[in-house]
């Protein structure tokens, strides 16, 4: 008989399976609870407001729909976006978000709790955490077993990879995508150990509802057809696999399409050939086993070859000809530039002076998934020991999530719950070995019982194990001081998990982009409240019509919070239209000004955080918009002029004189010496002195500067009355001025 380091508790099989299953259902709502309250910070500190950029516009939206119901919304033209061309919503973005909203508002409505549309949109995100912890729960159960499960949803549910996008107030597509990414991909795994349609159906169904919510469904589509075109190559064809695949694609297709903004790309664009090329060589196999059953083997294998050379090079041409002809469309530029990190700032600059669109730094990785970064190769090199079909799927996820998540931060999203799964895999695999309370056989004496060996009892027998457990072993562990020791430090490490997620969601992802926070000298905290303050006063001080003219990264905030038309704003589908405002800020006033009277722009609003070192300010993204403009404007509009001869950027005496009577700069430092003694004005983010006499304005005025100089509006003048430019104007009204001072001269009328 086995020994054992400590006697299992006095239970009946069916007492711990009872047991156990109670703490499962007791712990998965801990987790859920903890997944929602870590993500309360912001609406703790600051209060329930929309977040960052993007989730402005989709408040918006969800705010129409919750208003006017879904047809309106379906049909919503709006035409301050983008002016003049204007918007089609509908037909230009993924209603997922939105829906769910509007589902869940008319729902809480007719059970009367009248809460408010902003409450059910700031909630939102922290509400689908518990979701997502769930759906890795029953994910990683498939790949191991309960206790695993458990372990991932602990960790997915306060990993700050995920948190950072999942805050209360982060109303974006990513609030929901994460909960649909790992439902369906364990509906395939479902579908897949068990070769169900029914699975491969509700795997379909859950993949449109991806589609509907997140751009992001590309990954699945891909996801999928490599995991079972590697089984293929793995000689793990079946009968499964065929039925899992082939009711996921052909279902999930045609309801992917049924998304206006989606349409007919699932069958044209490249991104999706993946699926339909495996869709496509599942039937071949397929068909070849039910010939290799009906024919001998000789002619099996010439048929085959045969078959394999004409199909795979009448593919390939239809496949080039198809992409020559423009039926299927070639890789997009997002694409390229996950392959090739350097091409989005060679050819589509928009997408580099994006900043989610950059490299992953190091550090990033340690802070989004501090000690599981090491141990999640642990995981995966498990999976390789056991390599059944769902683990080669985890495999393959792991691999790829790490290599997207390298190239571009926004992708640390995707790698978070894989990384989540693969080191609970490994904890729980370590806490099993050192918690089974069987110890090797002593090789010396393999008879000798020790004094943990419980007593026999046929009223309360032990909990029984496994028979891999109840073999005689001579490898080990011995004695129950090792298995505290190291059970101990597995906690313990974990505990400082906790801690660091915590802080760090704490600090570093709830603070939202229109609330800034900061703590004086003495250790007091202030909330900087520029932005609100900058967009109510456009909202009640300006014509309900007047067109605002600043760069895109701010288009849905004024949008959302002034209700001003706006120039460009963060949809980016327009290059020109965007190239057409980096060439204003780039261009001297004179150049400038017809350019936004043509556009019939009122007011102009930029961003300069040199007085309290708010980094975020146009000028550090100015380089962005000169490259975008030379981009559509290259003889107007040169990079190399705002340099100087050494290559520096500068904004002090040495700035270039391109650099100097730039909109842009002139529109930041406007006044700016005028809070520093003489001579002493400087650049606090970018560490330069500035020059003792600022710019000044000829064809704008001042509206408004908000309290710590963040957000700067200007008017854009009216035409001079007798048809001269405003700098003539200008120097015509000074001369005057100077005149008035001046003692009178006799005159003397003309005879």
Not at 17 to 43: D, E, P, Q, W
Not at 133 to 146: G, P, S
Not at 412 to 437: K, Q, R
Not at 544 to 566: K, L
Request: aromatic content about 14%.
């Amino acid at each position: 008989m086995a020994t054992l380091a400590y006697p299992p508790p006095p239970l009946s099989p069916s007492a711990v399976k009872n047991t156990a299953s109670f703490i499962r259902i007791v712990t998965l709502s801990a987790i859920a609870g903890a997944a929602i309250a870590s993500r309360l910070f912001a609406v703790i500190n600051f209060e329930s407001i929309i977040h960052e950029f993007d989730p402005w516009f989709n408040y918006r939206a969800t705010r129409v729909l919750a208003a006017k119901g879904f047809y309106e919304f379906w049909n919503w033209f709006d035409p301050t976006a983008w002016y003049p061309l204007g918007r089609v919503v509908g037909g230009t973005i993924f209603p997922g978000l939105m829906a769910t909203s509007g589902v869940i508002y008319n729902a809480l409505r007719a059970i009367h709790l009248p809460v408010d549309i902003r409450n059910v949109c700031v909630m939102l995100a922290p509400a689908f955490s518990g979701l997502t912890a769930f759906a890795t729960y029953l994910f990683t159960r498939e790949m191991k077993d309960e206790s695993a499960g458990l372990l991932a949803a602990i960790l997915i549910g306060i990993a700050p990879g995920y948190i950072s996008r999942s805050v209360a107030g982060s109303y974006d597509n990513e609030a929901i995508a994460i909960f649909l990414l790992m439902f369906t991909f364990y509906l395939w795994i479902k579908a897949l150990k068990q070769g169900s349609a029914f699975f491969g159906t509700l795997a379909a169904l859950f993949y449109f509802y991806m589609v509907a919510a997140w751009g992001g469904y590309v990954f699945i589509t891909n996801m999928i057809p490599l995991h079972a075109l590697v089984l293929v190559f793995m000689g793990r064809f079946s009968s499964r696999l065929y039925v899992a695949y082939s009711s996921w694609y052909a279902i999930g297709t045609l309801a992917s399409m049924q998304v206006p903004f989606v349409g007919f790309q699932p069958v044209t664009t490249s991104e999706h050939m993946a699926a339909l090329g495996v869709f496509g060589l599942l039937q071949l196999v397929a068909f070849t086993e039910l010939v290799r059953s009906h024919v001998s083997s000789k002619q099996f294998q010439t048929l085959l070859r045969m078959a394999a050379g004409t199909i795979g090079v009448l593919g390939f041409i239809a496949v080039v000809v198809l992409t020559m002809k423009g039926w299927i469309a070639p890789w997009t530029g997002r694409f390229y530039s996950l392959w090739d990190t350097g091409y989005a700032k060679k050819h589509i600059p928009i997408i580099a002076s994006v900043s989610e669109h950059q490299p992953t730094a190091w550090p990033a990785f340690f802070a989004d998934l501090h000690i599981l970064i090491f141990i999640f190769p642990v995981g995966v090199i498990l999976c390789f020991q056991a390599l059944r079909d769902e683990h080669v799927f985890v495999i393959i996820y792991a691999i790829m999530a790490s290599y997207f998540a390298g190239v571009m931060v926004r992708l640390m999203l995707t790698l978070t719950p894989v990384v989540c799964v693969s080191a609970a895999i490994a904890i729980s695999t370590l806490l099993d070995t050192y918690i089974d309370p069987v110890e090797p056989v002593d090789p010396e004496n393999p008879t000798a019982p020790t004094s943990a060996t419980p007593a026999t009892s046929t009223e309360h027998p032990a909990t029984p194990v496994t028979p891999r457990s109840t073999a005689a072993r001579t490898t080990g562990v011995f004695g129950i001081d090792t298995r505290l020791a190291v059970v101990f430090n597995t906690f313990f490490l974990l505990l400082i998990f906790v801690v660091h997620c915590t802080w760090t969601t704490s600090h570093a992802y709830s603070s939202p982009s229109v609330v800034l926070a900061s703590r004086g000298p003495d250790g007091s905290s202030s909330v900087i409240d520029d932005f609100r303050e900058a967009y109510y006063w456009l909202r009640q001080n300006t014509p309900q019509d007047a067109v605002v003219m600043s760069w895109w990264d701010y288009g849905y905030q004024i949008a959302g919070m002034a209700d001003r038309p706006t120039l460009v704003d963060n949809n980016t589908w327009n290059n020109t239209h965007i190239a057409t405002v980096g060439k204003a800020f780039a261009s001297s006033e004179e150049v400038a000004y017809p350019l936004l009277k043509k556009h019939d722009v009122s007011y102009v609003l930029v961003l300069l955080g040199s007085l309290i070192q708010y980094s975020g300010d146009d000028l550090n993204k100015f380089l962005w918009m000169i490259r975008i403009a030379s981009g559509v404007w290259p003889d107007e509009v040169k990079e190399a002029d705002f340099f100087t001869s050494r290559g520096e950027f500068k904004v002090d005496d040495q700035a270039t004189k391109t650099m100097s009577e730039s909109l842009m700069y002139k529109m930041s430092y406007y006044r700016f010496n005028e809070l520093f003694p003489p001579g002493q004005a400087a650049d606090r983010v970018r560490n330069q002195k500035l020059p003792t006499v600022g710019p000044t304005l000829d064809y704008f005025d001042e509206a408004f500067t908000s309290e710590n100089w963040i957000v700067r509006i200007y008017a854009v003048r009216k035409d001079d009355e007798l048809g001269r430019d405003h700098k003539t104007a200008n120097a015509f009204d000074a001369g005057k001025k100077r005149k008035k001072g001046r003692i009178a001269k006799r005159r003397f009328a003309l005879e």
